[in-house]
């Protein structure tokens, strides 16, 4: 590759080391402890448990029996046993996902929640917000996002600006790297396969007086994934497979001044290369070329936590991210190359404070200013927003909690937005049923893209008068453990309503974007959950979704109507842990591969993967799995085909 990754990862590398010698000057973020799985309705580690902690959910860590939100907790125990490599392969199980990907490891990946936008999840990584302002719709590629360094992945579902502010109309995913504990501590991992496969990973960490770190590196590349569907190329023209390689470096450390103070820092770049066949034409044609795809992502944050009393805990914050896009194609060895640059940045300062001034009650309270800019050929526009917020954690009596929120926004460009968040649960004495439910508000403002931006080639012109859009939505559910904690059952109705959704209008001599869309999704989530002994757990999930544009009376694209999936773990014997997973995707609506057919009803898939790790000595694991087990042919979205029947292998080792 001729990109600039070596001396990125070089300069990165530099940098890590540069802020461990700073640490005592340079703050950043807690890390909380995770349980094996969890799920606000009960988890395939423990069926019944009703203890287990979120994070997002309230912004402290938090009982999930004491929210009425709707949470999935994906801890790092279940992703090295399942051996999801990459967070888009992690979030396939998690229900009220759909998880959009074009093609293998690498291809742009969006995630849509409970049928909302792909745009409308708000993506955090150690608290820092990463979707991306350089991008038209604001909207987070997970496509690099490797799980090798985490701790947790955090699912929450439903309306969530009440906390989190802008773009959280359909949720929240929080990812949380690991943090270093106890003596120091060393793994390296080494895996191949299927597809040109060739992976590595690795991590010192541990913790030494008043000082922690965990310092990560990781590798994936991929040389021969068929992206472009057979009966797509025209007669003469090759298949070029899909090249894949992402290049990760993550730090963290912090340093436990005083009992009432502590320094924080967190540092995580990541640079991928993804070449994949390229189109020419309307209606598109497979080129026997290739298109480069080069993304950059650096973000950093600096904390300094204060608890000048017990119960009275204080956060001072500072983060910088930077996304650095650049797209070639096609790749013709006859031709020049013609990239095209995006740039997007974003710094935030922010206070956040909470005070447990009773057993039972918190107050969450806090502040912060943003500044986004975006640039690219012939633009280079900027924004900001100042927020305020507040929230109250209550159990009011035996068996009942409250978490409610308010937030207000004042946007630089289009003024004032405030949200909400009210999530009740109880807990029936006797049953030990748990009630739940939440409802709440969320928007999105209008992305620079979208204010700014012009194509007067084509015409169309960016409109600086939109407004954000808006939503809102509630849930409703319950659970019930059965058999003495052998069996959890459980289930949600949820429904969220849209306003003010942005599209494109197309008038006589020109278009532009214009406020316009309606739209409504609901459905139903239900689970069951079984524990048969110590060895042996497993959890199925089923997802509806019903979407319509309001305005077009039609349903949207890419939300499937039925989704079922499945997890089973299984301890063979002291060592030896086995796991299976079921996915089952229902038929959804969506255009072609450039959607010169802009609707048509694509079939759904079944997936089953299996993994094996078996941990032959304190110091030495080796592992396998299985993906797509059937070698089903499947497209999500249309006219990117997914990776067929795939067999991977490799060993980990560890240092005492």
Known sequence: MSCPVPSALRRTLALSCAASALLASIPALAQQV????????????????????????????TPIANTGSSVTVLTDRLLQEQQRRTVPDALQQVPGLNVVQTGGAG?????????????????????????????????????????????RIEVLRGPQSGLYGADAIGGVISVVTKRGEGPARAT??????????????????????IFDYSVSVGHIRQSAVQVTPFELLPRGVPLRTAFTDIKTVSTKLGAQLT???????????????????????????????????????????????????PGFHNVFGANYSKFDRLFAGPLDPLAPPTPTTYLGERTRFDYRGDWQFSPGTLVLFGAQREDERFETTGI??????????AEL??????????????????????????????????????????????????????????????????RFFGNPNLRPEESFGFDGGFEQPLFDGF?????????????????????????????VGRATAYGTESFVALRFNEFWSGRLDWTTTVTKDE????????????????????NLMPGLTMTGTLIVLGSFVDGNRDFSVPRLKAPGFTLVNLSVNYAWSETLTVFGRIDNLFDQRYQNPTGFQGPGLAVYGGVRVTSF
């Open 551 to 570: 305005i077009a009376h039609q349903e949207l694209l890419r939300r499937p109507r039925n989704k079922v999936s499945a997890t089973a773990i299984w």
């Open 107 to 151: 291809g742009q990946t969006s995630v849509f929640i409970r049928g909302t936008n792909s745009n409308h999840v708000k993506v955090q990584i150690d608290g820092i917000d990463v979707n991306d302002p350089s991008t038209p719709n604001r909207a987070f590629d997970f496509s690099q996002l490797q799980t090798y360094d985490l701790s």
């Open 259 to 309: 009992d009432e103070f502590r320094l924080n820092y967190v540092l995580r770049f990541s640079d991928s290369a993804y070449l994949d066949q390229a189109d020419g034409g309307f209606p598109y044609v497979p080129l026997p070329y290739r298109n480069l795809n080069d993304q950059q992502q650096l973000i950093m944050r600096g904390e300094a936590e204060w608890t000048p009393v």
């Open 188 to 209: 390296a991992t080494v895996e191949g396969g299927s597809f040109g496969t060739f992976n590595q990973f690795g991590n010192i960490s541990g913790s030494e007086g």
């Open 487 to 515: 069996m959890t059952v459980g289930a949600t109705y949820y429904q969220t309503d849209f306003k003010n959704l942005i599209q494109t209008a197309y008038y006589p001599t020109f278009s532009t974007n214009v406020n």
């Open 380 to 389: 280079d526009r900027s924004n900001g927003n100042t927020a305020g917020f």
């Open 34 to 61: 995770a349980a094996p799985f969890a799920d606000a309705q009960g988890g395939a580690q423990a069926a019944v448990s009703l203890s287990e902690i979120s994070v997002s959910a309230t912004g402290v860590p």
């Open 393 to 458: 954690q209550t159990t009011p009596f035996a068996g009942a909690a409250l978490v409610a929120n308010i937030r207000h926004d004042a946007n630089d460009q289009f003024g004032g937005a405030t949200t909400y968040r009210v999530a009740p649960s109880y807990i029936v004495p006797g049953t030990g049923t748990r009630l739940k439910g939440s409802v709440g508000t969320g928007f999105k403002p209008p992305t620079l893209s979208q204010l700014y931006q012009d194509y007067p080639g084509f």
